[in-house]
Nanobody
Framework: DVQLQASGGGLVQAGGSLRLSCAVS????????ILWFRQAPGKEREGVSC????????YYADSVKGRFTISSDNAKNTAYLQMNRLKPEDTAVYYC?????????????????WGQGTLVTVSS
C-alpha cells in the first residue's frame, strides 16, 4: 500500500523555524507531484505548497510565500517543507499528499494519496 508519513511538527515560538518531512513508500517518487496542505481548527484545508513531478517546479500560497520552501530528494523518496519566520496563524495540522497528475494542483482534493498529519503549533 502507498504510504505517506509526515513528521517534524512541534511547538515553536513565533519567528522560529521547523522542517517537515514527508516520507513516501510504495510508489515511484519522481512520478508524483507532492503537496503540503494544512488544516487549522475550524478552518478549511488549505494548500500551502506543491512541487510538480518531472520538472519539480514549485508553487506557494501567498500566505507562506517567501517564508516556506518545498524541496524533494528522489533518492530518499522524501519531500520537505522548510518553514521559517513562523507566525501564530501557521498553527495547524500539516499533511502531505501525492498525485500522478502532470501538474501540481493547489487543492488537496486533486491528490490521490494523503498521509497522516503532523501538528505545528506556533506560540506568540
Amino acid at each position: 500500500d502507498v504510504q505517506l508519513q509526515a513528521s517534524g511538527g512541534g511547538l515553536v515560538q513565533a519567528g522560529g523555524s521547523l522542517r517537515l518531512s514527508c516520507a513516501v513508500s510504495e510508489l515511484t517518487f519522481e512520478d508524483y507531484a507532492i503537496l503540503w496542505f494544512r488544516q487549522a481548527p475550524g478552518k478549511e484545508r488549505e494548500g500551502v505548497s506543491c512541487i510538480s513531478k518531472s520538472s519539480r517546479s514549485t508553487y506557494y500560497a501567498d500566505s507562506v510565500k517567501g517564508r516556506f520552501t518545498i524541496s524533494s530528494d528522489n533518492a530518499k523518496n522524501t519531500a520537505y517543507l522548510q518553514m521559517n519566520r513562523l507566525k501564530p496563524e501557521d498553527t495547524a495540522v500539516y499533511y502531505c499528499a501525492a498525485s500522478q497528475a502532470s501538474y501540481a494542483a493547489e487543492s488537496p482534493y486533486e491528490y490521490d494519496y494523503w498521509g497522516q498529519g503532523t501538528l505545528v503549533t506556533v506560540s506568540s
